[in-house]
Nanobody, 116 residues
Framework: QVQLVESGGGLVQPGGSLRLSCVAF????????MRWYRQAPGKEREWVAT????????NYADSTKGRFTISRDNAKNTVHLQMNSMKPEDTAVYYC?????????WGQGTRVTVSS
């Protein structure tokens, strides 16, 4: 059964850090580009970061560039999102996404709240 399971969300103060993880089950993880998206309350889902199947290419939204880092471990079927210097506007549900030419899968999301 195909699954993407996110973890690592929680409450963090402005300026703090969190590390999100997403573990994949049921498909060939190393063949998929992986992305993180987020959806803030009352807003549309927005793209955060992308990492290629081998991990050699990464891209970031302007709002996260320089603060967030996406990485992956294909041996562990896991993708991470390291979030530093967090801001209240980073508050959202964060979703893991796997995409290939033919298929796309989504996780259930993990909630991140940045507040003092």
């Amino acid at each position: 059964q195909v699954q993407l399971v996110e973890s690592g969300g929680g409450l963090v103060q402005p300026g703090g850090s969190l590390r999100l993880s997403c573990v994949a089950f049921g498909f060939t993880f190393s063949s998929y580009t992986m992305r993180w998206y987020r959806q803030a309350p009352g807003k549309e889902r927005e793209w955060v970061a992308t990492i290629s199947s081998t991990g050699g290419i990464t891209n970031y939204a302007d709002s996260t560039k320089g603060r967030f880092t996406i990485s992956r471990d294909n041996a562990k079927n896991t993708v991470h999102l390291q979030m530093n210097s967090m801001k209240p506007e980073d508050t959202a549900v964060y979703y893991c996404n796997a995409i290939s030419r033919w298929e796309t899968y989504w996780g259930q999301g993990t909630r991140v709240t940045v507040s003092s």
